[in-house]
């Protein structure tokens, strides 16, 4: 099985997991703009291993998103071999285990950034994805969890599983303890881009094109993972690349943004029903923020519920 984290050329750039939102309409969108790579949701090991409709459901995906990585999250070894293989028969091209996520309800039962806290487990963790798989296992984690004598680093977790073939890492530059503001640690960074034999992707704190630039030249990273900035602008991959190759960018006009969001919308439609359509008026207020007569736009487009509906709202504007 061919590993696609060597085919790609740095720097690349990824489209970072966030649960509720890469979805794979947005993932096919945010592909089809720019992005070289695109991770899902983080999925629960617990509910694949117990066959949970609603999650089997969840990582269905279309090949225009490919290469596309299944993110999971949890912290039973002897569930993993099963939840692999369902992941391996869908065709995704690779698995991410999520050892980053701060959110109370996984940290509360020592998931996601905790699972730090227990590197032996977080070894057993990956050795069982990497033992059950021949896709590349990949690792998505922060820069630290704890402080003074109780910190855990990147490095330290990087050091624990030298010995596994991980063929990826995605650091964001942030502790735990920042959750999702304040200064990147450019520099633990830069040193885990060196301890780690893999491909290493950096995250956190990419606003605009320019932020991407700065972590390149700091860190020396191959690959930019971008999150939140995606938000209403999922072409923000095709302008990072543009800035990265050209030094400068353009911004879509409105002819594009409007086919880009029908676009969206349609994928929400065939991919979710019209629960998609419910779920895409976030979006539509994230497109058009900061338009001209912004809170009447609002009003229109938390109402629609069809496609149509969205078309009719486009053309008046
Ligand atoms: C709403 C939301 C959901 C997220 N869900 C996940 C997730 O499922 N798995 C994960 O590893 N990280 C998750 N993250 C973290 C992001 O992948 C990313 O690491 C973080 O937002 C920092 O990147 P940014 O500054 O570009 O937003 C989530 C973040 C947000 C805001």
Same mark, same amino acid.
């Given at each position: 099985?061919?590993?696609?984290?060597?085919?790609?050329?740095?720097?690349?750039? &990824?489209?970072?997991?966030?649960?509720?939102?890469?979805?794979?309409?947005?993932?096919?969108?945010?592909?089809?703009?720019?992005?070289?790579?695109?991770?899902?949701?983080?999925?629960?090991?617990?509910?694949?291993?117990?066959?949970?409709?609603?999650?089997?459901?969840?990582?269905?995906?279309?090949?225009?998103?490919?290469?596309?990585?299944?993110?999971?999250?949890?912290?039973?070894?002897?569930?993993?071999?099963?939840?692999?293989?369902?992941?391996?028969?869908?065709?995704?091209?690779?698995?991410?285990?999520?050892?980053?996520?701060?959110?109370?309800?996984?940290?509360?039962?020592?998931?996601?950034?905790?699972?730090?806290?227990?590197?032996?487990?977080?070894?057993?963790?990956?050795? &069982?994805?990497?033992?059950?798989?021949?896709?590349?296992?990949?690792?998505?984690?922060?820069?630290?969890? *704890?402080?003074?004598?109780?910190?855990?680093?990147?490095?330290?977790?990087?050091?624990?599983?030298?010995?596994?073939?991980?063929?990826?890492?995605?650091?964001?530059?942030?502790?735990?303890?920042?959750?999702?503001?304040?200064?990147?640690?450019?520099?633990?960074?830069?040193?885990?881009?060196?301890?780690?034999?893999?491909?290493?992707?950096?995250?956190?704190?990419?606003?605009?094109?320019?932020?991407? *630039?700065?972590?390149?030249?700091?860190?020396?990273?191959?690959?930019?993972?971008? &999150?939140?900035?995606?938000? *209403?602008?999922?072409?923000?991959?095709?302008?990072?690349?543009?800035?990265?190759?050209?030094?400068?960018?353009?911004?879509?006009?409105?002819?594009?943004?409007?086919?880009?969001?029908?676009?969206?919308?349609?994928?929400?439609?065939?991919?979710? *029903?019209?629960?998609?359509?419910?779920?895409?008026?976030?979006?539509?207020?994230?497109?058009?923020?900061?338009?001209?007569?912004?809170?009447?736009?609002?009003?229109?487009?938390?109402?629609?519920?069809?496609?149509?509906?969205?078309?009719?709202?486009?053309?008046?504007?």
């Amino acid at each position: 099985m061919k590993n696609f984290w060597k085919q790609l050329k740095p720097p690349f750039l &990824a489209l970072a997991p966030m649960a509720g939102l890469t979805d794979s309409a947005y993932r096919t969108i945010c592909r089809k703009n720019g992005a070289d790579v695109v991770y899902t949701e983080m999925i629960s090991i617990d509910a694949l291993h117990y066959d949970s409709k609603k999650t089997l459901k969840m990582i269905e995906f279309n090949k225009k998103e490919k290469p596309v990585v299944l993110q999971l999250f949890g912290k039973r070894p002897e569930l993993i071999s099963k939840a692999v293989k369902i992941v391996e028969q869908a065709g995704y091209d690779g698995i991410d285990l999520n050892f980053g996520c701060p959110a109370k309800k996984v940290v509360a039962h020592e998931g996601g950034i905790t699972l730090l806290k227990n590197l032996d487990l977080c070894h057993e963790l990956v050795q &069982a994805v990497c033992e059950s798989t021949k896709l590349p296992v990949s690792v998505k984690t922060r820069v630290s969890i *704890g402080k003074g004598k109780a910190k855990v680093t990147v490095l330290d977790f990087l050091d624990k599983i030298k010995d596994l073939p991980v063929s990826c890492l995605m650091l964001h530059g942030r502790t735990y303890e920042q959750a999702f503001s304040g200064e990147i640690d450019y520099e633990m960074m830069k040193a885990a881009k060196e301890k780690f034999k893999g491909v290493v992707i950096g995250n956190g704190g990419i606003s605009e094109p320019e932020d991407a *630039g700065k972590m390149l030249e700091l860190t020396g990273v191959d690959g930019i993972g971008i &999150a939140r900035a995606i938000y *209403g602008r999922p072409w923000i991959f095709q302008q990072t690349k543009d800035y990265i190759k050209k030094g400068k960018y353009s911004h879509p006009d409105l002819k594009k943004i409007k086919k880009i969001v029908l676009e969206h919308a349609e994928y929400n439609f065939q991919t979710k *029903g019209e629960h998609g359509i419910v779920e895409m008026r976030k979006h539509l207020c994230w497109y058009f923020r900061g338009f001209p007569q912004a809170t009447k736009l609002r009003q229109k487009l938390v109402r629609v519920e069809t496609v149509q509906d969205i078309k009719k709202v486009l053309q008046g504007i």
